[in-house]
């Protein structure tokens, strides 16, 4: 898939997140927990996809991902125990307290993908730059 393609793909699932957030307000608590399961089950495929991809071409991809990768892995797994023992609280001011905690958290990780499209944005174009490089000299007969 090419590097635009892939751009193309996180806008469109960046769409549909900010319209199921915005539906969100609107469903029973019922339908609501159903999909909150769901995001969970996806993100959790996601992310080891994403770890078994990183692994595989650990070669390639650059130690800094792959560090992130297990740094991020730490923190959801860090995160997702959080919540879950959270959860059984049943104090109304913990409940206040927790759904604070919650949308502080969803706020950071809202500003943290931001800030990876944009590190995404700058490694495309500076791949599309390092490949336009590469084939100049290969046309022009240079090396190094």
């Given amino acids: 898939m090419a590097l635009s393609d892939k751009l193309t793909r996180l806008a ?6 900010e319209d199921r957030a915005a539906a969100a307000q609107n469903k029973a608590k019922a339908d609501l927990q159903r999909e909150v399961d769901d995001a969970r089950a996806a993100a959790q495929t996601e992310a080891r996809g994403l770890s078994e991809a990183a692994e595989a071409s650990e070669s390639k991809v650059s130690d800094r991902w792959n560090d992130l990768q297990r740094t991020w892995n730490e923190h959801i797994a860090n995160v997702r125990e959080d919540i879950d023992s ?41 791949a599309t730059l390092a490949r336009m490089d590469a084939d100049e000299m290969a046309a022009s007969g240079t090396s190094a």
Avoid at 12 to 17: L, V
Avoid at 93 to 118: L, M, P
């Fill in 12 to 17: 469109g699932r960046a769409k549909e997140a």
């Fill in 86 to 126: 959270k959860k059984a609280e049943i104090d109304l001011n913990r409940a206040k307290a927790r759904a604070d905690d919650a949308e502080a958290d969803a706020a950071f990780a809202i500003d943290y993908a931001y800030s990876a499209v944009e590190e995404a944005e700058y490694a495309v174009l500076d």
